[in-house]
């Protein structure tokens, strides 16, 4: 069990990690909308040449696929603020061992313990 100290500080972490892909989701949301007027001409009063659309086509793909993943991990930030104030942050969600302190420094809102998360991405 991690002490209150040690839950204070992933708190911490969390709370500053979910404030950034916050950030991150507004930026690329604005980078996506941007790109459509630009696309349609609302903006340019040059002509639009048939490549730049297909550049900014795939920056919007991008930047909608870095929302969506980012969108994803703000669930899981969410469930791992959940887990912490449950006092069950820090627990494999596969084997139910403690997740090493080392591991949750890195990834604060991981799941899985490493070896569970290794096994996992092996298939």
Known sequence: MLSEKKLAYFE??????????????????????????EASGDV??????????????ENR?????L????????ADIDDALRKLYRKTYGICEECEKRISE????AVPYA???????????RG
């Open 12 to 37: 911490n972490l969390l709370i500053k990690t979910r404030k950034r892909i916050l950030k991150e989701i507004d930026f690329e949301e604005e980078m996506i909308s941007r790109q459509q007027r």
């Open 102 to 105: 080392k591991r949750l420094k």
């Open 67 to 74: 929302a969506t993943k980012e969108g994803a991990i703000l």
């Open 61 to 65: 793909e991008i930047a909608a696929f």
């Open 111 to 121: 799941r899985l313990c490493k070896e569970c998360q290794t096994m996992r991405e």
């Open 44 to 57: 340019s009063s040059y002509t639009y040449h048939m490549a730049d659309q297909g550049t900014d086509a």
